[in-house]
């Protein structure tokens, strides 16, 4: 940006420290430097084993300066026109009179400020269980098992597999209780499993391996019994090659094992596929779409549950958010805005001291090791009106309402 503030610190409704600050006085470093940095290509000097300055000059006599420490762990003195500098490993100082050094990509001034969260109000839920037993007019068949995002492209994050197993009289776990056991193979991200509509858990794979096992043991009866996967994908991929060959969703094999002829290979037989969920398809997450429906009583433990409730923007001008720390897994609409998708997993890393010199690494400077990945999730006040503001969550493995809670944001 011309005036030296970067937009992108803004997306989270808030300045956020030391990023914001940082970023700042890079821009306006820069801004400094600029009839020299536009005037022509710079020279450049060696100053050290490690060291080089970059020097702009124009015609009209502005000058400006580069000094760069290539050393990967270890700081460095410089003499330059006649001037003493330090540089901290791998980084750059910028001299925008080639004199002042004003800026140094490692050396982060800028205190690391938490923000302050305000409750601004509890919420009074209302929940619609979305049918896991149920296939409409626009669900096919097809034989073997198919790969999700082929299918959803950008309709839904969700698909149904739906399969029908038939159980003999005369298997033994009928007899034993011993339930035969139930395994999926899916390339991600994440399923949900039930089994004459009664939820028999989830399974998820993470970042660096989306890939997932589950198998779990399944309860079922004499005669057909209906197995529903519900596969969730967490996006599309936006880096690396070859997006064509990323996969989601259950490839297999499925497997039933436990019965008495051992393990029936479930991958082949005909399944029957279903794109999105009912309350999707009614629109429940919109203001219109949310009327006809009948809501019930809170039940925010239960699995893959649509929840809405009304409230009034708070007072103010402060950001306002959400705090989705309780729940599970799912997303966030107001007013028919969609908020974000959420996932609430305990984040994993090593926390201790803190340099910004040397090579980046995502490991460098790990804050808030063990909380939440994310728990505050941000509500722009333009979408907002002063009272009758509605919310709906649709979460699908289970999660405390009570602690849904809105929240304002200061420093």
């Known amino acids: 940006q011309t005036d030296g503030k970067p937009l992108v610190a803004w997306c989270a409704g808030l300045i956020r420290q030391p990023k914001w600050g940082h970023l700042r006085d890079l821009h306006k470093a820069i801004k400094q430097a600029e009839p020299a940095l536009v005037s022509g290509d710079p020279t ?15 015609s009209t006599g502005a000058c400006a300066a580069f000094l760069s420490n290539y050393h990967t762990s270890a700081a460095a003195r410089v003499v330059y026109n006649g001037r003493r500098y330090d540089l901290p490993a791998w980084s750059i100082s910028i001299l925008p009179d080639c ?29 619609y269980s979305e049918d896991t037993n149920a296939l409409d007019s626009s ?39 011993q339930w035969p056991q139930l395994t999926i193979n ?43 996967i519900l596969s969730s994908a967490m996006g599309l991929p936006n880096q690396g090659t070859h997006y064509e060959a990323w996969n989601v969703g259950v490839l297999g094999p499925v497997t039933l094992s436990g019965l008495n002829q051992g393990k029936r290979d479930l991958s082949n037989q005909k399944w029957t596929y279903q794109i999105g969920l009912k309350g999707e398809s009614l629109g429940v997450n919109s203001i219109s779409g949310s009327s006809p429906v009948e809501w019930g009583s809170a039940s925010g433990a239960q699995p893959l549950t649509w929840h809405k409730a009304y409230f009034a923007a708070p007072a103010g001008s402060a950001p306002v958010a959400l705090d989705m720390g309780s729940m599970g897994k799912g997303q966030i609409w107001v007013n028919g805005n969609n908020a974000g998708r959420y996932w609430s997993y305990r984040a994993s890393g090593s926390c201790g001291a803190c340099s910004y010199a040397g090579t980046f690494s995502e490991a460098k400077c790990q804050t808030n090791c063990g909380d939440i990945s994310q728990r505050w999730y941000h509500v722009p006040r333009s979408w907002l009106k002063p009272s009758g503001n509605l919310l709906v969550v649709l979460e699908e493995f289970g999660g405390d309402l009570s602690g849904v809670t809105l929240m304002t944001r200061t420093t």
Do not use: C
Not at 101 to 120: D, H, I, Q, R, Y
């Open 99 to 127: 004199k002042t050094a004003v800026f140094n990509t490692a050396t982060v001034k800028e205190p690391s400020l938490p923000a302050k969260m305000n409750p601004a109000g509890g919420l009074a839920w209302q929940s």
């Open 139 to 177: 669900a096919f068949t097809k034989d073997g098992l198919v790969e999700q995002l082929s299918m959803t492209w950008d309709k839904s994050d969700y698909l149904w597999y739906t399969t029908y197993v038939n159980i003999d009289s005369s298997e033994q776990f009928l007899k034993s209780g």
């Open 44 to 58: 450049v000097q060696r100053i050290g084993n490690y060291e080089k300055a970059y020097v702009f000059k124009s």
């Open 186 to 228: 899916s390339a991600g991200h994440s399923v949900q499993v039930f089994v004459n509509g009664q939820s028999f858990g989830v399974a998820y794979g993470g970042y660096n391996s989306p890939k997932l096992t589950y198998s779990k043991p399944v309860k079922m009866w004499q005669g057909s019994n209906k197995i529903s």
